[in-house]
């Protein structure tokens, strides 16, 4: 559909396109900056003016995983692959969950009239922006109390419930948008509710759900301050980690928290490059007409 | 957990209402945030009348009324907080604001490999918080940071932009924009995007200059989501914590506190979860009172179209 919308736009001239492309390479520097300092080698890394030309090193990936023991004799794990796991795990269920969940309400809310509709709205709004340390605040207490505190069940139950009201009003303003004759014959076929939503909506928006997916994706996995505060050895993810090695009391080791920061961002700027028109659509709660 | 929708089951000739058929799908996600949002917002508002220290669970929180509030409300340092925090909102949201909307009028026509180079502009926005602010401290540091090797030169001396309250202020607000200006810059090629050609073509035939253009054509149209973007990179910088955390951690003494580094300090340094839940929820209220604005340009939006 982008496409499309693009072909029909006046390019560019190339006095634009150079500008645009040397204002993003600038914009890009501090990314290229860590991405080279992964590959360099500590006195390369901090040499003033930054060095363009070096032999790059890999060894900063390796010390990220692993660890030498004292006299060098042993290799230690960091547990940084666990941190990897936790990110990955916790971030796609806690997704799926809030993608559910939030279809559901979605299809509710848009299509069977309820009464205070927009009240509900507004505070299901609400609750994705109150300031994440607020609700940190009685969390922390409540799972400690409850036992749940540290473990899995708890940080994926945050991050759904961060997630759900940004996926209920994506999803409800992609059903807005589809065409109603062909639900109301099924529905007059005597339909399920349910199976209209999943034979005949959901297959309809696929684009919208992806662009739901990334923007939460993205979220949890940069997110910090819920995982610093909620999450235990077992469970913490890789930003959280990734401050162990700044708070090191050797000094930060550069070369490493690169290496880390490099393979972190990877992935998502991946997903963002093959799913960039979701990109649009998902910063504006979808509010934006496609 | 009860809602409204669970009080619906009106039937009306036999077939269910609308809101007894609607329940079962609004339910379990209405479920899921009451318990793991509203409820841990109702203990909040609780314990805020109390003393309360979440440390010490087996002592017994000790109620003092309206206590916290008051004291919070008499201290000039937390209004210090506020002031620093909307100093820094409005700073970093109107550079964002102007950043943005260049780089999307820079963006929004096509060119080869615009989508690649589109995503070296959307990098930053893309990596954690965590990065972002320690790499900006390392930019910032006076020995061996790229800021200083710049002024170097022309002073002669290492310049520490993290060093003095203002321009730690300002080094702030630079990384904070620079992160988040691509997102401003997506909302509104979101907005171009839904420009109507034929509006562009009408004022090219009536040879109508580029600067009235944009003012007739263009302007209108993305209105709404400028004040969109206006207001959630508000809401989102009052919550603004990781890169405070991660950069300043609140110094030169104070002057880089915000309302967030507060709440965290009072509640997970000093374990003062009580004064820290009455503070949590004034900025609750504040961003209730902001989203309440947020919510109407929506509904605006949504007449307008």
């Known amino acids: 559909m982008q496409g499309e919308e693009l072909g029909r736009r006046r390019p560019a001239g190339f006095g634009r396109t150079f500008v645009a492309t040397l204002i993003g390479l600038i914009y890009f520097f501090p990314v290229i900056w860590m991405i080279l300092a992964a590959f360099k080698t500590r006195a390369d890394a901090l040499a003033t003016p ?3 030309f070096f032999t790059p090193t890999l060894e900063h990936f390796w010390a990220s995983f692993h660890r030498l023991s004292a006299d060098g004799a042993q290799v230690f794990d960091t547990g940084l692959d666990r941190n990897f796991f936790n990110s990955l795990f916790i971030s796609l269920v806690s997704v799926a969950f809030a993608l559910a969940l939030g279809a559901l309400a979605a299809y509710g809310f848009a299509r069977l009239r309820l009464k205070g509709r927009d009240t509900f709205m507004f505070y299901v709004l609400v609750l994705r922006m109150v300031p994440p340390i607020t609700a940190i605040v009685p969390l922390y207490f409540l799972f400690r109390v409850s036992g749940l505190g540290g473990g899995y069940v708890a940080i994926i139950l945050v991050y759904t419930a961060f997630n759900l009201p940004f996926a209920i009003w994506m999803l409800k303003s992609f059903i807005d948008e589809l065409h109603r004759p062909i639900e109301e014959a099924a529905r007059l076929d005597g339909s399920s509710e349910l199976k209209i939503l999943w034979r005949i909506c959901l297959p309809q928006m696929r684009a919208g759900i992806a662009a739901t997916a990334i923007i939460a994706f993205v979220f949890t996995w940069n997110d910090f301050l819920f995982s610093l505060l909620l999450t235990s050895v077992d469970t913490r993810t890789v930003p959280v980690a990734m401050t162990r090695v700044v708070g090191a009391d050797v000094g930060v080791d550069w070369g490493v928290f690169a290496a880390i920061g490099t393979i972190y961002l990877l992935p998502v700027l991946l997903i963002a490059f093959f799913l960039q028109g979701q990109l649009l659509r998902g910063a504006t709660f979808g509010t934006v007409p496609r | 957990m009860t809602g409204p929708h669970a009080s619906g089951g009106t039937e009306r ?10 329940a079962p799908f609004v339910a379990p996600a209405l479920a899921v945030l009451c318990l793991a949002n509203v409820l841990p917002l109702l203990w909040s508002i609780g314990i805020s009348f109390f003393r309360f220290r979440a440390d010490r669970l087996h002592t ?3 109620f003092l009324g309206v206590d916290n509030y ?8 937390i209004w210090g907080h506020f002031i620093n925090t909307v100093t820094m909102i409005s700073s970093s949201v109107s550079v964002q604001l102007v950043v943005g909307a260049l780089l999307a009028f820079l963006f929004h026509r096509p060119f080869p490999g615009r989508r690649l180079v589109l995503m070296l502009v959307l990098a930053p926005m893309l990596l954690s918080t965590v990065v972002v602010g320690t790499f900006f401290s390392l930019f910032y540091d006076p020995t061996f940071g790229i800021v200083s090797a710049f002024v170097r030169p022309f002073t002669g001396a290492p310049f520490a932009p993290l060093g003095t309250p203002t321009s730690a202020v300002t080094s702030l607000i630079v990384a904070d924009a620079w992160m988040w200006s691509p997102f401003v810059m997506l909302m509104l090629l979101a907005g171009l995007e839904g420009v109507p050609l034929f509006l562009h073509e009408a004022a090219q035939i009536d040879r109508a200059s580029p600067w009235r253009r944009f003012w007739t054509v263009v302007f209108p149209a993305i209105r709404g989501v400028l004040l969109l973007a206006l207001l959630f990179r508000t809401i989102e910088s009052f ?6 955390y991660t950069i300043t951690n609140g110094g030169p003494g104070t002057s880089t506190e915000s309302i967030s580094t507060e709440i965290y300090d009072t509640a997970f340094v000093l374990f003062e979860t009580g004064r820290a839940s009455a ?12 989203t309440r604005l947020y919510f109407q340009a929506i509904q605006l939006r949504k007449e307008a179209a």
Do not use: T
């Open chain 2, 13 to 22: 000739s036999g077939a269910p209402s609308a809101q007894a058929r609607a």
């Open chain 2, 279 to 290: 503070l949590g929820n004034i900025s609750v209220f504040v961003v209730i009172v902001l």
């Open chain 1, 50 to 52: 930054p060095k363009l």
């Open chain 2, 70 to 77: 008051l004291d919070l409300m008499s201290d000039p340092d």
């Open chain 2, 60 to 62: 017994p929180p000790r």
């Open chain 2, 239 to 244: 919550n603004m914590f990781d890169l405070i």
